[in-house]
């Protein structure tokens, strides 16, 4: 008779009919996959024959192939974290920043054919500024110093070199972007999580560098096109392009700073003697909901805006802390801002280009310039507009992504019967277990 053993059942990463696949989808589908590791870790030590040992074995290969499909292109967390699923969901988010900065490149890629006569400089060839040079081995096995550079952040290499010089002077970090998460600010104090939250921090700033150039390669080419007979005036009455969401990121950061003296002064009553209950959750709870009843212009508030319902939230998933609920709505505000910064620029070019198209055949021949410009604008139209999806993306940097369950159950021993429930041995989380129910 074969040993038996439970795992949860993966939701699958279905691709919807334009092509996107959620954040939400992506971080099930990889903490499913940690839950089918931490469940047979567990149920692994039960059984004790020779079944038993190739199980555990069989367990660290499933480890190293979750490691190697994911190590394409999601690196290690900079500080061991003890959760495997807390793990999963900081590489989820390094990995969802990546397919966006994915076509981010695409778009720089654009723009770097005409950044000559746009007057701009690259990019991608900018020192990171808030990193030293670090100490690399060459292939001679000599230690050299090298200054990592925004586009190492566009290879995993590069991102291990960056991830070692941030690791290095972790204090210039916190001295750049200020006030670290898990620092102990919120309530919690976690070395390991803070670490990481720096390098997502890392991550969002060169997002936002990158999408500031895109912003001023298309006021400069706004700028030329409105010196050329013809279009000229019609351009020029668009105006150039002003970040929208600039307002209601001060507002929110304002807004943050006076709940973080509220939350410190709540600590200091507790410890002074003045108080005998720290109100730094009901505190937080208060901003939270703030956050999420924020109104934005043409998208209602923003908890609508980034789908963010609280009371689905605590239903289904696991969140350890309000200081963690509050970090995710952070993540999906930057994520926000970006999509309606990305909107609104995506408006303005492709009325750029429908004037130009409109413009008279001579206006292409004599000014190459004029040719050069509606090439570079036409690409980057149908790039945001969902030209290439997401589910393109993933299938050009990473297919494997799609099979990882069924992979790892055929890793599993022949010894070994697997069956497939739920949520494998976990209760279900919509039933109150017996002891919890009213007599």
Not at 126 to 152: E, H, S, W
């Amino acid at each position: 008779m074969r040993a038996i053993v439970y795992v949860p059942e993966i939701p699958g990463l279905q691709c919807d009919s334009s092509g996107k696949i959620s954040f939400r989808q992506m971080e099930d589908y990889f903490v499913g996959i940690s839950k089918i590791i931490s469940q047979l870790k567990l149920q692994a030590k039960f059984i004790q024959d020779e079944c038993g040992k190739e199980l555990i074995q069989a367990i660290r290969d499933i480890e190293k192939l979750v490691d190697d499909i994911t190590g394409i292109l999601m690196t290690d967390v900079m500080k061991k974290i003890k959760s495997k699923e807390q793990e999963m969901k900081y590489k989820v988010r390094e990995f969802m920043k990546e397919i966006d900065v994915w076509f981010q490149k695409k778009i720089v890629e654009a723009l770097l054919k005409i950044i000559s006569i746009l007057g701009i400089p690259n990019p991608l060839t900018t020192p990171i500024p808030f990193i030293t040079a670090v100490t690399l081995i060459d292939a001679a096995g000599n230690p050299i110093r090298y200054q990592p550079v925004i586009k190492d952040f566009f290879t995993k290499e590069g991102k291990v070199k960056i991830k070692a010089a941030m690791a290095e002077d972790i204090e210039s970090i916190r001295k750049f972007f200020g006030d670290g998460k898990y620092d102990g600010t919120l309530g919690i104090k976690s070395p390991e999580h803070e670490a990481e939250e720096f390098w997502q921090k890392a991550l969002r700033w060169m997002k936002e560098l990158l999408s500031d150039f895109i912003a001023a390669c298309i006021n400069a080419m706004i700028s030329l096109l409105t010196k050329i007979p013809i279009i000229g005036p019609i351009i020029k009455r668009l105006g150039v392009f002003i970040d929208p969401t600039k307002s209601i990121k001060e507002q929110l950061k304002l807004k943050y700073e006076e709940f973080k003296q509220k939350m410190k002064k709540a600590k200091e009553d507790v410890l002074s003697g003045k108080a005998f209950e720290d109100l730094g959750e009901k505190i937080l709870e208060e901003l939270i909901d703030f956050v999420l009843n924020l109104p934005i212009p043409l998208f209602g508030t923003l908890g609508n805006l980034i789908g963010f319902d609280k009371e689905q939230r605590k239903k289904k998933e696991t969140i350890h802390s309000k200081e963690e609920l509050w970090h995710r709505i952070e993540d999906a505000f930057d994520d926000a801002m970006e999509k309606i910064k990305k909107f609104f620029q995506t408006d303005l070019i492709a009325k750029i280009h429908d004037i130009i198209l409109k413009a008279p055949g001579w206006i292409l021949s004599q000014f190459p310039i004029v040719k050069k410009i509606v090439k570079a604008i036409k690409l980057i139209i149908d790039i945001c507009r969902g030209k290439v999806s997401i589910c393109v993306v993933l299938n050009i940097i990473l297919k494997p992504i799609f099979s990882i369950p069924d992979a790892i159950l055929k890793l599993i021993p022949n010894c070994i019967e697997v069956k497939r429930t739920k949520y494998g041995l976990e209760p279900n989380p919509e039933v109150s277990p017996q002891w919890a129910k009213p007599a």
